[in-house]
């Protein structure tokens, strides 16, 4: 079964960074659109940022816009996601997940597009 698996998550403090990363070790990340999404307590997955499998374009949620920055490294098979000035709000299990495409049809990807799913990393932004 073909997985995703997240590290980085934590507790940190509002206004503080942290950094996850995505690898697989059953797929080459470089040939597959690879999106964040999270989930809070109560709440719906949503998607969170999205790299094409070029690294050309990327996908913000305008909730993170600003603060947060995704890239990939083809060398380590990984792609990252850089989480600057993070608030109470960011609090959630964070998922990377693999599909063909950020954007179609001027829609970006939503949960139902990606195909392969890691277990997710807990993100606690709290003092």
């Known amino acids: 079964q073909v997985q995703l698996v997240e590290s980085g998550g934590g507790l940190v403090q509002p206004g503080g960074s942290l950094r996850l990363s995505c690898t697989s070790p059953h797929i080459t990340l470089d040939y597959y659109a690879i999106g964040w999404f999270r989930q809070a307590p109560g709440a719906d997955r949503e998607g969170v940022s999205c790299v094409s499998n070029s690294g050309e374009e990327t996908y913000y949620a305008d909730s993170v816009k600003g603060r947060f920055a995704v890239s990939r490294d083809s060398a380590k098979n990984t792609v990252s996601l850089q989480m600057n000035s993070l608030k109470p709000e960011d609090t959630a299990v964070y998922y990377c997940?693999?599909?063909?495409?950020?954007?179609?049809?001027?829609?970006?990807?939503?949960?139902?597009?990606?195909?392969?799913w890691g277990k997710g990393t807990l993100v606690n932004i709290s003092s």
């Open positions: 997940a693999s599909g063909p495409w950020c954007y179609q049809h001027g829609r970006p990807a939503d949960e139902n597009d990606m195909d392969y």
